[in-house]
């Protein structure tokens, strides 16, 4: 997409949530802090997803103000400063100057004249929109200059009485993605698929967890990617029923199974996919039957997601397929619905099927509406990723079904007519995947 194209939809964005907070509001957005790795080294900065979605603008220490009709400007960017020394050191910066013509600002400052700037906004509030508890350091900054606006009402008339959260406003737009942000996903996507491939390919027996783990990362930012969007997880073995294993340490052994969680984050959007492949080998015949299992329950549940459905109906249709598939197998004793009622299938499946997927993994978006599970709707992105994982030391089960875990995980929009299996490329069939694992 074109950089012209790009600031368009920042500014659609921008329209339609002050639209939302009305003439008479103020909201204010902070930039995502920065974080210590140890010492003085700092976490490789990425911006708050909120605020990134209506400003498209990156650098730390900076806040966004929205006033819909403000005479000043509706749009205010305040950033930290050009600073020739400081930017040898650590990069260029947009500046005052940059924050209007690149970025769309009809006004900016710079960052150490917010507490001049934004009680001129307050003052003209009714209503303040502000994400507390997000930054304590910065709800004090602006606790204090609303509290003054609020001393200064009864002379002007006029001042805030309520303070909102914004980040209802701002989550509803995100759940519902636009073209643009679907094609960012697609390429995180199709990156993600080439790891993942390029992993059942390498895998081999007497290799560790880490050097997988090196081949999913490498594949991720040799293709444009600007890394993972969560810790890649590389679970061989027994490790596999750990659900976020990320110490990728072990020595993996040919004919384990390895689980690999691992999505790629791409222009800010991200990419969650698993897949459970046999290393260096085809898979055993107990392998097979618990993968069958779990890829029939991840295929039946996709299979009801349309416009209309509920997002709780991939999850409860999952449920039942890995429940009538492990009393196939003899892990669970009882009728079905016996099985479900006493939620003892929670020995082996102990998370949900779904989240919404977006900038964030576990993206924003309310699961419940009205005290119900939400109805989808075309442009929303869900995961389907159900599993079965064993304890290495559970002795309810016969000896050759432990230490095995199995997930399999796709990403599907929501279309007009029923659903698209975005990572549907990204091998799944055990003919598939024996193709890589065993060629
Ligand atoms: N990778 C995190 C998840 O699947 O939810
Ligand atoms: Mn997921
Ligand atoms: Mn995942």
Partial sequence: MSLDAKADSFKTRRKHFMERIAAGATAILPSAPVAIRSGDVEFIYRQDSDFYYLTGFAEPESVAVFSPGHPDGEFVLFVRPRDRERETWTGRRAGIEGAMIDHGADKAYTIDELEKILPRYLEKSERVHYPLGLNEKFDERVLKM??????????????PTVLIDPRDIIHEARLMKEEAEIAAMRRAMEISREAHRQAMLKARGGMKEWQIEAEVNYAFRSQGAAGPSYP???ASGPNAATLHYIQNDREMRTGELLLIDAGAEYDYYAADITRTSPIGAKFTQLQRDLYQVVLDAQLKAIDVIKPGARFDDPHNVALRVLVDGMRGLGMLQGSADEILESASY????????SHWLGMDVHDVGLYRVGGASRVLEPGMVLTVEPGLYIDRDDDTVPESFRGIGIRIEDDILVTANGHEVMTAATPK???????LTAG
């Fill in 232 to 234: 890649t997880i590389i």
């Fill in 346 to 353: 929670r020995r082996f499946y102990m998370h949900r099927t």
């Fill in 429 to 435: 069939t055990i003919a598939d995947v024996e193709a």
């Fill in 146 to 159: 609303v509290r003054w606006a609020q001393a200064m009402r009864p002379r002007l008339g006029v001042g």
